[in-house]
Structures are given as C-alpha cells and as structure tokens.
C-alpha cells in the first residue's frame, strides 16, 4: 500500500518503518525540517533499540523516505496515518491543535479517497470531529479510523511487530478492512484485532494507559506505607505478584511513572469523564499519588541533609522515564534535578542515552558525566532514577572510593538491603523501610560520615 505517516516521533517513525518493512511504500512527513534531513541521511533521531538498521535498510529499499512537502505527501498515500504529538495543556486536556491542523493539510491536498488513521492517542469524540471536519473541507471522502498505538519505548519495534491486539475503530467496515489488512503480517501468531466503535477505540487506549498507571501508582501507596510500618514492600510484591488475578508486571515501585503518555492519558481521561458528567475520582488519585512521588526522593534527601541540601552534591544514575529510551518527557529525574537545582545543590548526572536531551533542557546548570562512575565524584549522594542494566551489578568498592559520602538513594530498589549492609552504603530504596529515616535521625551538625546504616 502506499501511506503517508505524519509525525515521525517514537510512535510515528516506528510505525512508518515498520509498515515499510513488511513491503509497503511509505512517505514520513514531519514539519521539523532538522529531522527530516537527518532521516533522509539514515540517521535515527531518536534512541530506540534494533530501529536504525530497519530505518536504514528500508530506505535502502527504496520503500521509505522523509519530507516536509506537506501537500506531496498527503497525495502519495492512500492510507494516511496521524502520528503527531498530542501534548498536556495547563489543565491537564489534551492539547490537539496539532490532529487538527494535520486534519486541514489533508482536506485541503487530498485528490483521491483517502482512509486518514488515527495513531495519535487522543480523547473520546476525537474521531468525530476530525470526520466532520473533513467532510466539511474535504473534496473527496476521507474516512476517519482510530487504530491505537500501544508500543512501549524501548521495545518499540517489537511491540509494534508482535502486537497484544490490535484496535481498529471504525463506522466504515471498508476501512476497517483495509486497517486489518496492513497489520495482517503482525498478527501471524493469532493475536486478535478487534474492530469496535471508533469512540470506543479512543476509551480503549485511554483505559488502558490509566490501568497500567494506576497499578504503579497502587504499588507506590503500598509501599509507602510498609516504608511506615518498617516492612520491606518486595516481600510483598512477591506475595501479591505470584497470584494469578495480579500478575508482576508494573508493580514495580518507584520514584512515580513519567514519560510522554501515563502522565497526559491519565489527566486527559479525567478530563475527557468531566466532560460527560462522569466521576473520575479513582484516576484523580492515581494521578495525585504519582505527583506525590515523583517528589519522594528530594523529600528523603532534604530529610537526610537536615541541615539543606544547599552545597552538597548529588549524583544522578538515569535520566530517562525508562530504560531504553533517550526520552526525559515527565521523566522523575527531571523533577527531581529541577527540585535540587531550586535549593542550592549541584548536580552531576549520567544517563546511557539521554544526556543530549537532558542537556538540551538544562544547559550549563549541571554537569553531564559520560559514565556513571565519573558522576560520583566528590558526590554527598547518588540518586537513582532510572533502572538500566549498566547500574545493576556495579563495583560497589570503585562507588565508595568516588563519593564523598557513601548514601544511595535508590528510586528503582536495584540492590539488596544485605549488599548494601555488607558494601558500608547508607541506602534508602522505596518501601523497604527507607522512608524511616526520620525515626534514625539525621545527621547533627558535627557529627562523623555517615557509618555503614541501612535504614
Ligand atoms: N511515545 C509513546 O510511547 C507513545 C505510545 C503510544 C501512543 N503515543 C501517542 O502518539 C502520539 C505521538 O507521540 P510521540 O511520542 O511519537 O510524539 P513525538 O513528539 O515524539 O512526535 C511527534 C512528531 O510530530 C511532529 N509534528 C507535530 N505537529 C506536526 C504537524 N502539524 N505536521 C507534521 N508533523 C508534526 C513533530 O515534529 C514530532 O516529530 C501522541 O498522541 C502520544 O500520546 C505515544
């Protein structure tokens, strides 16, 4: 088929590289000029595994390539897809202003019937009003189907070629034929694709993306309060995980989700609920809960620095909201650097992929340390935030010898209380009793380094 992906950003260029590389003809038009070249010379603009070689290959191929013509790539594709960003406002809606000028393009450039796919995550009545908008504008008939992305960074290629389902919301049962047909190579091993009401499709990416946030959220409130109780919250993930109705995935606790989507898609479903009437007390507390701890972390650190924060130096392990992903949207570390910045301490942070998105954010007013040892220099603290496998199993000794203090404060609990115990760190993860800082004390003024504690 030929297509046209609009948008080529994590969820845009994955989709436009993988549709070519099951043999269709595919035009990436994104308005960042900057992009485009670099995309047209093979070159990733964004950190996703396995991605560059598909990209490359394809291109080679002569089945993808990039633009900013506008008017040329909406007439070169018969199924055009919307991939474009659908940020937060001030008040937590959707900002769609974007859906909606892409929408204008196609109308205005469309010269032959066209099936105008929408990837983007956007709230429910979307659709509707992008159909009307195009039957208002357009001179042909471009139909309108919601087909939500699902793919996790970092195992984004492979999510979007062995996908869980896929959802097609569609009035037209042409389209949705047609839909069904181009992920046909995706879905071999029997995974469902389910058609349904495109507004029903729309709810089903925001509910989702709202289940996944509220169970890290639950798992948060969980072990916040083992953090009161002086129980170790593992003991109780595997406890509840092993259960079959619960399952172990994203009860992982930590410094509060982050990235591009959970954050927006829970906000924008209570808003989305607001406008119809409808109570969304429930998502309202999953999104209080992580706004609450995404600060946890400056909070243990102000609590242990009693005397401020002002003047000491913290290290920070991962940047990114996950690893396998140069992405920092919403990211913890970010929250957290920006806390630390705003009460006087220095930061030094490494992160495998994301120090050049970090930097752009933050400039000079932090150092970027090209391997995570380096960053632990003179440091009073580390603080982890995000758990890539390079910071799994460190030379704890090397750790120790860099710091000027030996306090880890781990926001993704990587290691053990007894390896801590045994490596002399004072260490304080999530829900493993860490937050008892303040029954230990914090250091007096004049009192020695920190012993071998384990709180
Ligand atoms: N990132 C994810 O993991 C993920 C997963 C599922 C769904 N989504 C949804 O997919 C959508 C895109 O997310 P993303 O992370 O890829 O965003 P992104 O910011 O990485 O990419 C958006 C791209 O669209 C381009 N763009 C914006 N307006 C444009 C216009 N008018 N014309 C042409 N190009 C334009 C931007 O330059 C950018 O390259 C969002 O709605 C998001 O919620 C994201």
């Known amino acids: 088929m030929k297509l046209t992906v609009i948008g080529s950003g994590y969820v845009g260029l994955v989709t436009g590289v993988c549709l ?41 191929a002569g089945r993808l390539r ?78 309108v189907v919601n087909n939500p992305e699902f793919l996790k960074e970092g195992s984004a290629v492979a999510d979007f070629q062995k996908p869980d389902r ?69 003991e109780v993930r595997r406890g509840i995980g092993s259960d079959s109705r619960i399952g172990f995935q994203f009860l992982y606790p930590g410094a509060g989700y982050g990235g591009s989507c ?15 009437g409808a109570q969304a007390d429930l998502l309202e507390s999953v999104h209080q809960v992580n706004l609450r701890q995404r600060r946890l972390l400056f909070d243990r650190i102000s609590r242990r620095f009693a005397g401020g924060v002002k003047g000491i130096t913290v290290a920070i392990w991962g940047v990114s909201f996950k690893p396998r992903t140069d992405d920092i949207r919403e990211a913890p570390a970010v929250v957290l650097i920006e806390q630390l910045l705003g009460a006087g301490a220095a930061v030094r942070a490494h992160d495998p992929e994301a120090l050049g998105n970090l930097e752009a954010r933050f400039g000079d007013r932090i150092v970027y340390c090209a391997s995570a040892y380096s960053a632990l220099d003179g440091a009073d603290a580390l603080a982890i935030c995000t758990e890539w496998n390079e910071f799994r199993s460190p030379d704890f000794e090397e750790m120790r010898k860099r710091m000027r203090r030996p306090i880890i404060f781990d926001g993704r609990n990587l290691y053990s209380l007894e390896t801590m115990r045994r490596q002399g760190f004072e260490y304080f993860g999530i829900g493993r009793s860490g937050g008892s800082i303040a029954k230990a004390g914090p250091d007096k003024p004049g009192e020695s380094p920190v012993a071998a504690k384990v709180r």
């Open 262 to 276: 959970f954050p927006k898609d829970t906000q924008g479903l209570i808003h989305v609920a607001r406008r119809a």
């Open 166 to 234: 896929v959802i097609i919301g569609a009035a037209d049962p042409e389209a949705a034929a047609v839909i069904a047909e181009l992920h046909e190579p995706f879905i071999r091993n029997q995974r469902p694709v389910y058609t349904m009401a495109r507004s029903a499709a729309e709810m089903t990416k925001y509910a989702a993306n709202a289940c996944l946030a509220a169970r890290i959220s639950f798992i948060n409130q969980i072990a916040n309060i083992c953090d009161a109780l002086g129980i170790d919250v593992n």
């Open 66 to 143: 990039f633009t900013t013509d506008k008017p040329a790539a909406i007439r070169h594709g018969d199924v055009i897809l919307i991939a474009v960003g659908t940020p937060p406002k001030d008040d937590g809606a959707p900002d769609l202003s974007a859906v909606y000028a892409v929408g204008d393009e196609i109308a205005a450039s469309s010269d032959r019937p066209k099936i105008v796919v929408l990837k983007s995550t956007v709230p429910v009545g979307t659709g509707d009003e992008l159909q009307a908008r195009l039957d208002r504008q357009a001179r042909v008939r471009c139909t």
């Open 20 to 60: 070519a590389d099951t043999g269709n003809d595919v035009v990436g038009l994104d308005q960042d000029a900057s992009k485009v070249e670099m995309l047209n010379r093979g070159e990733c603009v964004i950190f996703e595994p396995g991605l560059g070689e598909i990209l490359r290959s394809n291109m080679s």
